[in-house]
């Protein structure tokens, strides 16, 4: 359908751009698709940190060693947007920020009571994807992340999958997305092809069945789904169109601990291997945006709306009380705007609801004599409200993220 395909519905409402001179897969984002953004970030990040992840930064490029020992330097090496520095040396843009957070990890020997060490960031990488396969939000070159990586011991490994789970179940449930969830398993017949032994994969892949079964969780196998240094949890939401989306991923990794010699000191005293869990929520800004445009049809929450609501006056009399409101509003952190123009009324709602604002509030003689506007939602007319009872419903609509 058209009028969901996310690129209209970002130029109609004014989120990205692209610029011939930037490039194509390159978007930017304007001040309103900044909000967005955010709004989803933020949304992530409440959830993760009551789990105890822990934000850190790293810069956007590294010297190519960091990938060779990755192993992403061959693996990756079409993929990679390479640099070379005024003295000859190489560097590469990040495609991906597990290998620096392992560089995060291993700054100090890590004791067992420190464990785990769960980092996130929201940063962007980048992607050489070949221009013909570039359009919309989809297939970009510059990629933004709500990445996660969770360094444990093995016998954390059950708990700390299931608090990803949780944070994944919560993210999509506010969305009215339905989760499916594929466990991507290894394939028997070809042992070879992955790394770690089959005890592990074993244990690991047992410890995903038990939390699908404690979750009560949709699932179906993926046999051969696996990454080669381990299993993983795909998430696939269905959307209002009926259509399946990959959006979120768990992944185990046995690789980069044994690569980067990442271990702990356990109770013993010993150098203890630990592993890695990969986990985005969102997969990428660009591709949750792009996702959610369509499922939604473009109709944000309130909460993630870039203008949650809009003034408008019947005529300019009304414009000074029409600006108290719109300061009521903004002194209680609702993101609102007045409608200046001398537009009529009927031209100003059109407007107001081509860009699927939310809430808009009416304001004539009868709501300035009585000190009300009268409010509007996508529904339909809700009716004269005093401005104080507006605040408090958008406010709580906003806070609860309905
Ligand atoms: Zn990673």
Redesign the pocket.
Known sequence: MEEHDHRKLGQELDLFTFSDLVGPGLPLWTPRGTIVREELDKFVWELRSKHGYERVAIPHITKRELYEKSGHWDKFADDLFKITSREGRQYALKP???PH?TQIFARKPMSYREMPQRYAETTMVYRDEQSGELGGLTRVLSIT?D???VFCREQQMHDEFAIIWDIVGQFYGTFGFSLRVRLSLHDPATPEKYLGSPERWATAEQTLRDIAKEKNADTFDGIGEANFYGPKVDFMATDSLGRQHQVATI?L?MN?PERFDLVCINEKGERERIV?I???ITGSLERCSAVLLEHLGGNLPTWLSPVQAKVLAIADTHQPFAKDILGALKEAGIRAELDTSGDTLGKKIREAKTMKIPYLLVVGDQEVADKTATLEGRAGKIGALPIADIVAKLKDEITRRV
């Open positions: 991906m920020n597990c957070h992340q990445d996660a990586h992944q990794d980069l890695m990969h986990a985005a």
